[in-house]
């Protein structure tokens, strides 16, 4: 039969964790905490469960969540977004990403990708009849080439992706970047879409660089975020989507259609705890930056070669010293082997890398991290 998808097989994600699991490696691969969400959140949750709101959310999400989410923008990134037509609560940044990307794509449109890439970007962007363009990132540094985007948009341009902080280099945008690709876009139609699932853990003192920051390119923009990334709750799956009311529109109509409406009881008890506890997400950096150098340190007499981790939860190490395999490979040697899982980088990439590099995930606990650096440390 004739299928839509014919490169894509299971995930890197599902895969690692699987290996993980089966040899009981030390699972540092798949992104996600090995601590629990705070307690109050916890708490307020299932009290909104108990308390019998367990039917249908309204589709664009709680009232109270979506306002305590404007709120939140308006302080950080200095934008109101209207929480009646501008910002809609989803199942997660995944189902935000693919509705973003359905709402406007379509046969013939270009979407530019930066390698590495998160992997649900280019099969939405299939699905819709769109073409993903993989552009490289300056794998120095792994910053974005703004000569090489100015070549590379064209008429049929119709979106670019933009994922800071990012996954999985963690490197981060400036406010210099943002005005470079503002002066890209200026006088089109290209419409941005902002992955800022990690928009809390940015480090040294660095201020995450919001699309919303820029009101000229907020215009354009949908802003995807997610609360698993923010209180430490990857399995609940809610987030959203910030987009101008005529863009939100589009993307409620598929959101309605795809999910419909997101779980109620967790949509209250975000709410609850977001008001109550502001404090959660300004601590984010300091807490993650603990680990990260913590891990970075632990590391340090290892024969990997670790690259700067300027925000999210992952650290790229460069094997080349260590080993000649193919990063797939070295990922599922160092799984069996050393007992540590890791994220092979390549797997995100159109075209062949020229570093050896796999992404481990330090959101784990401080004996957690001791001991899988310890196994990394005997290789
Ligand atoms: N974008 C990026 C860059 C991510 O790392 C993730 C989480 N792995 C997502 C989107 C998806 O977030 P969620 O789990 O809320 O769907
Ligand atoms: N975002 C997570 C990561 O980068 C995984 C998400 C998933 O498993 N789909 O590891």
């Given at each position: 039969p004739k299928t839509k998808l014919p490169k894509v097989g299971t995930t890197i994600f599902s895969e690692m964790s699987q290996l993980a699991q089966a040899t009981g490696a030390i699972n540092l691969s798949q992104g996600f905490p090995d601590f629990d969400a705070p307690a109050a959140l916890r708490e307020q949750v299932a009290?909104?469960?108990?308390?019998?709101?367990?039917?249908y959310a309204p589709m664009t999400g709680?009232?109270?969540?979506?306002?305590?989410?404007?709120?939140?923008?308006?302080?950080?990134?200095?934008?109101?977004?209207?929480?009646?037509t501008e910002v809609t609560v989803t199942s997660g940044a995944t189902e935000a990403l693919f509705a973003a990307i359905s709402a406007v794509i379509g046969p013939g449109d270009e979407v530019i990708l930066f390698d590495p890439c998160y992997d649900s970007y280019e099969p939405a962007i299939e699905l819709n009849g769109g073409k993903a363009v993989h552009l490289p990132l300056d794998e120095r540094?792994?910053?974005?080439?703004?000569?090489?985007?100015?070549?590379?948009?064209?008429?049929?341009?119709?979106?670019i992706v933009i994922n800071t902080p990012h996954n999985p280099t963690g490197s981060v945008l400036s406010s210099e970047d943002l005005e470079r690709l503002a002066s890209?876009?200026?006088?089109?139609?290209?419409?941005?879409?902002?992955?800022?699932?990690?928009?809390?853990?940015?480090?040294?003192?660095?201020?995450h660089q919001s699309l919303l920051c820029h009101a000229e390119l907020a215009r354009r923009s949908f802003v995807v975020s997610s609360f698993g990334k923010t209180y430490h709750a990857t399995g609940w799956k809610v987030g959203y989507c910030i987009a101008p009311a005529p863009l939100s529109a589009e993307?409620?109509?598929?959101?309605?259609?795809l999910t419909f409406s997101t779980?109620?009881?967790?949509?209250?008890?975000?709410a609850d705890f977001m008001r109550s506890t502001p404090q959660h997400y300004l601590e984010l950096p300091a807490f993650y930056q603990a680990k990260r150098d913590?891990?970075?340190?632990?590391?340090?007499?290892?024969?990997f070669g670790l690259s700067d981790a300027k925000g999210t939860y992952f650290q790229l190490a460069d094997y080349g010293a260590?080993?000649?395999?193919?990063?797939?490979e070295f990922a599922k040697w160092l799984t069996r082997e050393a007992g540590v899982a890791a994220i092979p980088v390549s797997v995100f990439c159109q075209q062949p890398m020229q570093r050896k590099l796999v992404r481990f995930c330090f959101a784990k606990g401080e004996d957690t991290l001791r001991e899988a650096a310890a196994r990394l440390c005997r290789i």
């Amino acid at each position: 039969p004739k299928t839509k998808l014919p490169k894509v097989g299971t995930t890197i994600f599902s895969e690692m964790s699987q290996l993980a699991q089966a040899t009981g490696a030390i699972n540092l691969s798949q992104g996600f905490p090995d601590f629990d969400a705070p307690a109050a959140l916890r708490e307020q949750v299932a009290l909104h469960i108990n308390s019998g709101a367990n039917q249908y959310a309204p589709m664009t999400g709680v009232p109270a969540l979506r306002e305590a989410i404007a709120l939140k923008v308006e302080r950080l990134y200095g934008h109101k977004p209207c929480m009646d037509t501008e910002v809609t609560v989803t199942s997660g940044a995944t189902e935000a990403l693919f509705a973003a990307i359905s709402a406007v794509i379509g046969p013939g449109d270009e979407v530019i990708l930066f390698d590495p890439c998160y992997d649900s970007y280019e099969p939405a962007i299939e699905l819709n009849g769109g073409k993903a363009v993989h552009l490289p990132l300056d794998e120095r540094d792994f910053s974005i080439d703004w000569n090489r985007l100015a070549d590379a948009i064209g008429p049929r341009t119709r979106m670019i992706v933009i994922n800071t902080p990012h996954n999985p280099t963690g490197s981060v945008l400036s406010s210099e970047d943002l005005e470079r690709l503002a002066s890209l876009v200026r006088d089109t139609d290209i419409l941005l879409l902002g992955d800022e699932v990690y928009e809390h853990i940015v480090f040294d003192g660095a201020t995450h660089q919001s699309l919303l920051c820029h009101a000229e390119l907020a215009r354009r923009s949908f802003v995807v975020s997610s609360f698993g990334k923010t209180y430490h709750a990857t399995g609940w799956k809610v987030g959203y989507c910030i987009a101008p009311a005529p863009l939100s529109a589009e993307f409620r109509k598929v959101h309605q259609y795809l999910t419909f409406s997101t779980m109620t009881p967790a949509q209250l008890g975000l709410a609850d705890f977001m008001r109550s506890t502001p404090q959660h997400y300004l601590e984010l950096p300091a807490f993650y930056q603990a680990k990260r150098d913590l891990f970075r340190e632990l590391l340090a007499p290892s024969r990997f070669g670790l690259s700067d981790a300027k925000g999210t939860y992952f650290q790229l190490a460069d094997y080349g010293a260590i080993s000649d395999l193919p990063d797939t490979e070295f990922a599922k040697w160092l799984t069996r082997e050393a007992g540590v899982a890791a994220i092979p980088v390549s797997v995100f990439c159109q075209q062949p890398m020229q570093r050896k590099l796999v992404r481990f995930c330090f959101a784990k606990g401080e004996d957690t991290l001791r001991e899988a650096a310890a196994r990394l440390c005997r290789i």
